[in-house]
């Protein structure tokens, strides 16, 4: 068994789930705890099941129940250094250096640096066996790193935040619109699909939507480019509202 689920993704929270027959991993906590309760009882878990929680920034939105979930949690907990310090957390957690492969189990996770306006941010790769799952949000640019190490994945998870003429046409700030299309900003709809056109077509299988703006971005807008370009791909879509179910890694 080789699954992924979320208890949902947007500015408002984030959080995402690898599953195996032997470790379940949690990627950020951006929901408030009793929150992240909830939509862990929506996946029949309790925070019991959870083996490892890995950080990727500091970010509110990605680490809202982090501080109470290691004062009432047993958990083990992982990120970078620079994220760590950010934080608060440097003694409470293990620091995993970007660039790495952490062993969990049966999971192999890839620790992948990536360009966003945190101290020191990172997303995780996971392989089992043969098959891998990429899951990046944050991103503002593409690396040479990056798309090495996602460029031969089964299931991706995939920030698609913001489509840069909407953006350009809100009523934001002139500076916060900057900063979410910069180089070190969110991800939009043209780095996101330049990234799915440097993977490897015969191995993807999957693309999963995440961390759309409600404002700046449309699903059909996404759901349009797929059908005309990567239509060869299954795609769906992570809410902010609702939690997305297991969803088996093949």
Partial sequence: MFSFASLGSGSEG???????????????CGFNYKETENRLSGLNLTFSDIDHILITHEH??????????????????SCSYGTAKKIGIVD???????????????LQIEVVPVPHDAREPCHYIFKKDALKIGIITDFG???????????????????ANH??????????????????????????NDLTFELISKINKEKLKKIVFCHLSKLNNQKEIIKNTVKEYFNEFQCEFISQENIFNWSEIK
Avoid: C, W
């Fill in 163 to 188: 489509d840069a003429s909407l953006l350009m046409q809100s009523s934001y700030p002139t500076s916060l619109k900057n900063r979410i299309n910069g180089k070190l900003g969110h991800a939009n």
């Fill in 60 to 77: 509110e939105d990605h680490i809202r129940a982090i501080k109470m979930i290691i004062k009432k949690e047993n958990i083990q907990i």
């Fill in 92 to 106: 409470e957690v293990n620091i995993i250096i970007p660039g790495i492969t952490l062993q969990e189990n049966d």
């Fill in 14 to 28: 984030n959080s995402f789930l690898v599953k195996t027959d032997k470790t379940i991993v949690m990627v950020d």
């Fill in 141 to 159: 640019s593409l690396t040479p790193k990056i798309i090495e190490s996602y460029s031969n994945l089964n299931y991706l998870v995939l920030e």
